[in-house]
Every structure is written in structure tokens, then in C-alpha cells.
């Protein structure tokens, strides 16, 4: 039983460009991954703890100790667009 | 909290979340200084930019300060929280999605109780997340306003510093309980030294979702949520306009949608901005590069342990003390300083009244005139004492003794130096008195028959006569003491 997806907007809010052609198969495919998932969640895990990590590791914290930043310079340099100081990015909102 | 008007009447509901930045040394998940003060870009590493391959790793003490807040609060500290991510494109937010909270918040359902003209209430808090803070953006070209931008200029020393959010249940109604609750949270902060929570510098900033229904109807409203006051005024203002406009909208038969809308200080009304995402639309899953964070009863222990005084529970204790509301609900909010100068006054003997009449009033309207702080001033609680004992053993009126506290707190040494050099101590030694009241009685022999004839209102004639001849210096008290002896 294939699931139904909206590919034009799940593609939208990961802000990608697909080919009108390429909606259908990549809506098939994303329906057999969802199918997948549909299928563990009917699993019986009465009993199962919950795991949100495959390591089974806890807490791995870092004392709040500051560490030598980057060169504003050389940090800068690698951006399409910038000022001496900051990163220049196109409008966020629209003119609109 | 029902808003009457021409179609009926109708109910505000208003939630509010608060962001507060913590000011940790370093950021949330890097190194990197927390400091938004310094030169743009100059805080940033390979995590906070999400250069390829860098991994964040938990700031401990960002964790250990949420917790306190939540504790604060009354909140339960989750035992098995994690991180997920918040999905969303946007030049402020490198990674792609913000490293933030879903459905195990560190910290849930607690309460805050405010008071608005007299009136209590509680607003419940659902939770309080843990995630990092955005970018700072600044739209260039004709005055930097959003809508007319040519672009974006992006400061990421703001990027991945621990951000607090605070949401509470729709549990307040009026523009005014929004700013008692928002004003509360932010002495709650102050109180655990987490955050400097500077409104003006956006270190504690608060948004508001309004929404109105008529009176009676379970169901809530549509809900707007109303974002851009940077004081606890306009957070009033602001949310009292969106109840005004959304009954208004609904009136004339519109409907209210779920938007975003800003408020402009200027023109003192909300602006639509965009249509606001669906929740889902921000696809949160659980941080794959973060593993989850077991905070059982042995981890919390310290914190709650080592929460301070909450503003709220030392107001009580001042009142029991024996000041009055007013006086409480100032000082115990008050400089660490202040409080401490009371404190210590009153253990030393110093009459609590007095003391804190002497704190909220005259020294502060003294450091108010000089521009200046307690703590760049000499003043102590042993001088509170001996300013206290030497208006109790009559030596200084209480006038005298606010010019004495104001040449203290200039440096000019101690109170009962001071008030001798400045000559200000009373004549409360009877025999010097004597001879003063006697050539005043022999002047005025006929009112002095009059008041030994029961005369009571000429007492007032008789002490002022005597603080003339003594230039005020003498002991009120004292001299109708031997006024009556004598007659």
C-alpha cells in the first residue's frame, strides 16, 4: 500500500530543485522508505526502553572552557560575498 | 480579564515564551567565547559556523544553569532528555537547522505567580529548552530596515550561545499580567546570576501568541504570535493592541489567521510578516551527533541544593521581618548589595524599618543625584547601625540623619564624626537645655501661664522657641520632657 507524498513540498522546505519528470519516482521511492519506517513502528516493544543513541552512551559534556577561536580574516575569505567584517548574504526577505 | 465590546463579549489568551541567553564563558557547543559585545565574526570556530565534519559537544554548565532555572520555577527536571533538530533555512542559522528541543525538554511544567493591582495569579510554564542561539543579522541599504534591504549582513559571534527558552501555559489575559510575568521571569533570572537578561541588548527577549474568544468557548482561538518588544512596556502595549485588533478583525467579519506579526514601537500597532511555518513543516528529529543526557535525582541534587533565595520568597521573609509590602517587594529585588547592607544591619542590632527605609529611599535617591553605584560608595552596614543608634539615643533628628548618611556615602567618614564636624548632633543633654528653656520662659511669662495652665498646643510654641535659640540642634523629645517637668 504506497503512501502518498507531497515530493513538491517536502522538496520546497529542503529547499531543492526537482524536475517536474523526477516527482513520481522520487515520491515511489520516499513512500517505500516511509513504508519501511510504517512497518518497524508496528514492532511489538512492550517492555523495550527507549533509545534515542545506538551507543548507549550518556552525558558526554565539556566544561565551560573557552578555546582559541578562528582568524576573522581567513574565515571570511572563504564566503561567496562578505564585508571586511561580515558575511554578506541576499536579502532575507523579499521586496514584497 | 473580559473584554467587553460592541458584538458581545470576549475572552483574551495569551502565552508567553521568553529567550534568555546565558552567559556561560563559552558557547553552547564550542569553545568559543560568549561575548556579543566583541568585534563581529571574531567568536567563531568550525562547530558555530558548521564548517564540514565539526561535532558539537554539550557545555555542562549551560545544562547544570537550564536546570536551575527550571527548578526555580518549579519544574520537574526531565531524567532522559536529548537534543533534536529544528529544520529551517536561514542566513542566521549555518547548519541548516537549529540544535534545540522537541519532546523531552530538560525542563516541564512549573509555575510562576504574579500579581497585578493588588490581584494574584499563577501562569503555569509548560517548559523551559535548552538550544543555541542564531546569527546576528543586520539588513543593509536604506536604513536598515528588513522590508527594503538590498542584503544581509551576517555577525555569527551570537551563533550556538546557550539559549534558554521559557514557554508558559495561555494562562494570562490582559497586556498587563503579560509584563507582571515577564518582569517576575526576570528577576528569577537576575536571582540565579545566569544571565545579565538585558532587554535593550536582546539577551532576555520575549514573544507573545494572543488570541482571543468569545466569552464561554472552550475551544481557544486562532493564535498570533506577536514578536519585536524590547521593553516590558511595549510587551503590554503590544499585546493589549493585538486583542484590541483581532476582536476588531473578527467584528467586521474577518477571520484571524495564524501569523507572525511585529509590533512597531512608532506607530504603536502589529504587522503582518509571513505566514508561519507549521510546526511539522520544521521536520525536528533527534540530534544524531549529540548523545542523550541522563539527569537522574544524584545529577540534580547539587543544583537544587545550591539555588539561592528566589526574589519572591525573600519579599516574605522581609515583610516577616517587619517591613512593610512596599518596602519588601523594593529590597528584595534589589543590588546584592543592598540586600546585603540590610541584612547585615539588622543582624548587628540596626532597627529593620529604619534600615530599609534609609536603603530604598534616601540612598537611593542619593546615588540616583551623584550618578553613581552602593558599591563605589564607603557605606556599611556598621554605619547603618551607628547612624541608627545615634537617632535612637536622640543625638541626630531624622532629618539630620539623611544629610549624615549623604556625607557617608560621599566618604566623608563616619556617621558620628561626620555629624560633629557638620554640627549636626542634638543638644540632648538636659542641663544645657535648662538654662536655654528657662530665659525662654522668663521672655514669654504669659504664654508660659497659658501652657502651665494646661495649655497643651502651646508646647509646639515652646519647642520651636528652643530649637531657634539652638539652631535646631536641640532634642525635640527632650526639651517638651522638660517642659512638662517644670510645669
Avoid at chain 1, 53 to 73: K, W
Avoid at chain 2, 284 to 313: K, N
Avoid at chain 2, 333 to 351: C, K, Q, T
Wanted: aromatic residues 4%.
Amino acid at each position: 500500500m504506497p503512501i502518498e507524498i507531497d515530493v513538491a513540498h517536502v522538496a520546497r522546505l529542503a529547499r531543492l530543485s526537482l524536475p517536474e519528470e523526477d516527482l513520481a519516482r522520487y515520491g515511489e521511492q520516499l513512500g517505500l522508505i516511509l513504508e519501511h519506517a510504517a512497518a518497524i513502528q508496528g514492532v511489538e516493544t512492550e517492555g523495550v526502553e527507549p533509545t534515542a543513541h545506538p551507543l548507549g552512551i550518556v552525558n558526554r559534556f565539556r566544561p565551560d572552557e573557552v578555546r582559541p577561536s578562528l582568524d576573522r580574516g581567513v574565515v571570511l575569505e572563504q564566503a561567496p560575498d562578505s564585508t571586511e567584517t561580515h558575511f554578506r548574504v541576499p536579502p532575507a526577505l523579499d521586496a514584497s | 480579564m473580559i473584554v467587553e465590546s460592541a458584538s458581545g463579549r470576549w475572552e483574551p489568551v495569551i502565552g508567553i515564551e521568553v529567550h534568555v541567553e546565558l552567559e556561560t564563558k563559552s558557547k553552547m557547543f564550542c569553545g568559543c567565547t560568549v561575548d556579543t559585545e566583541a568585534e563581529p565574526n571574531t567568536n567563531v570556530c568550525p562547530v558555530c559556523l558548521a564548517l564540514p565534519g565539526a561535532l558539537p559537544v554539550i557545555n555542562e554548565r549551560a545544562i547544570e544553569w537550564i536546570a536551575r532555572i527550571g527548578l526555580a520555577l518549579g519544574c520537574t527536571v526531565t531524567p532522559d532528555t536529548v537534543f533534536s533538530r529544528k529544520n529551517y533555512f536561514y542566513a542566521d542559522i549555518p547548519k541548516g537547522y537549529q540544535i534545540s528541543q522537541f519532546d523531552l525538554p530538560v525542563c516541564a511544567d512549573g509555575h510562576l505567580d504574579i500579581e497585578v493591582d493588588g490581584v494574584a495569579s499563577r501562569v503555569g510554564i509548560e517548559r523551559a529548552h535548552m538550544e543555541e542561539d542564531t546569527a546576528k543579522s543586520q539588513h543593509a541599504g536604506d536604513g536598515g530596515r528588513i522590508h527594503t534591504a538590498t542584503s544581509t549582513l551576517v555577525d555569527f559571534n551570537r551563533a550556538g550561545v546557550p539559549l534558554v527558552e521559557i514557554v508558559s501555559r495561555p494562562d494570562m489575559h490582559t497586556g498587563a499580567q503579560a509584563r507582571a510575568y515577564a518582569q517576575a521571569l526576570r528577576q528569577v533570572v537576575l536571582a540565579l546570576d545566569v544571565s545579565d537578561a538585558k532587554l535593550e541588548e536582546g539577551s532576555m527577549r520575549f514573544d507573545a501568541n494572543v488570541s482571543v474568544r468569545p466569552e464561554g468557548e472552550p475551544e481557544l482561538g486562532t493564535k498570533v504570535e506577536v514578536k519585536n518588544m524590547n521593553s516590558f512596556r511595549s510587551l503590554e502595549r503590544a499585546v493589549d493592541h493585538e486583542i484590541s485588533r483581532q476582536i476588531a478583525h473578527i467584528e467586521s467579519g474577518g477571520t484571524v489567521i495564524q501569523e507572525t506579526r511585529h509590533w512597531d514601537e512608532a506607530d504603536g500597532r502589529t504587522h503582518g510578516m509571513r505566514t508561519k511555518e507549521g510546526s511539522s513543516d520544521y521536520r525536528y528529529f533527534t540530534e544524531p551527533d549529540l548523545p542523550p543526557m541522563h539527569l537522574d535525582e544524584d545529577w540534580v541534587a547539587p543544583i537544587r541544593a545550591a539555588l539561592p533565595e528566589l526574589p519572591e520568597a525573600r519579599a516574605a521573609r522581609y515583610r516577616q521581618m517587619g517591613l512593610e509590602a512596599g518596602a519588601a517587594d523594593v529590597l528584595a529585588p534589589a543590588s546584592p548589595r543592598a540586600r546585603e547592607l540590610f541584612e547585615s544591619a539588622v543582624g548587628a542590632g540596626g532597627d529593620p524599618r529604619q534600615v530599609a527605609n534609609w536603603l530604598v529611599q534616601d540612598v537611593t535617591a542619593w546615588l540616583r543625584k551623584a550618578d553613581t553605584d552602593l558599591e563605589a560608595t564607603p557605606l556599611s552596614a556598621g554605619h547603618l547601625v551607628e547612624l541608627g543608634r545615634l537617632v535612637d539615643d536622640g543625638k541626630l533628628s531624622s532629618s539630620a540623619a539623611v544629610m549624615v548618611l549623604g556625607h557617608v556615602l560621599a566618604g566623608d567618614g563616619a556617621p558620628a564624626g561626620v555629624a560633629e564636624a557638620n554640627d549636626l548632633i542634638q543638644i540632648s543633654d538636659a542641663g544645657a537645655l535648662e538654662s536655654a528653656i528657662d530665659e525662654i520662659i522668663a521672655a514669654n511669662p504669659e504664654e508660659w501661664e497659658r501652657y502651665v495652665g494646661g495649655e497643651q498646643k502651646l508646647t509646639g510654641f515652646f519647642v520651636g522657641q528652643v530649637m531657634r535659640v539652638t539652631q535646631g540642634k536641640a532634642d525635640p523629645k527632650l526639651v517638651s520632657q522638660i517642659l512638662r517637668d517644670k510645669a
